[in-house]
């Protein structure tokens, strides 16, 4: 019948519970602001790797990826997980050889910064949360180096 099923066609609709809560999380956090939000969300370190791999798997995943907001809170969420003194050695499960946690988040959230959405902003936010951490002298030194190569870059572009 006309109508039947509508939400499966609206591009705009929400299609997981996450993305509903994720959806409703985004207008309050438009109206009260980032940290007045994230403070309520869980602090646990435990969680971080948990958080990042549901980024991961929202930001692989082809019909995930309109999804916006749930890439959006989980940034933000990742980004109040960092500012937690722990060391990133106590809950990395990829110490052996493969690329170190912290370094996959830099990765992970550098590669946001390219997006023109809302995940650009809260990118940013984890990207320089990580960099203030004690433990991530390596992750300046990276962090400023890209960024000299892509502030150069786009100067040989506009030239």
Not at 3 to 23: I, Q
Not at 36 to 54: G, I, M, N, Q, R
Not at 105 to 131: G, T, V
Request: glycine letters at 4%.
């Amino acid at each position: 019948a006309l109508g039947k099923d509508y939400f499966e066609y609206d591009s705009d609709s929400a299609k997981t519970t996450l993305h509903n809560t994720c959806r409703a999380l985004y207008f309050i956090i438009k109206v009260a602001g980032p940290k007045a939000c994230t403070s309520h969300l869980p602090h646990d370190v435990k969680l971080l790797e948990d958080v990042f791999y549901c980024l991961l798997r929202w930001q692989a995943e082809a019909d995930l990826r309109r999804e916006w907001e749930v890439r959006y809170c989980l940034l933000l969420w990742l980004s109040s997980l960092v500012l937690v003194p722990f060391s990133f050695q106590t809950i990395d499960s990829s110490i052996g050889g493969t690329t170190p946690l912290s370094q996959q988040l830099m990765d992970c959230a550098w590669a946001f910064l390219a997006e023109p959405s809302k995940c650009r902003e809260a990118a940013a936010q984890l990207i320089a949360r990580l960099n203030t951490r004690t433990d991530s002298h390596a992750h300046r030194q990276g962090f400023f180096k890209k960024a000299l190569q892509t502030i150069q870059s786009s100067e040989s572009d506009n030239v």
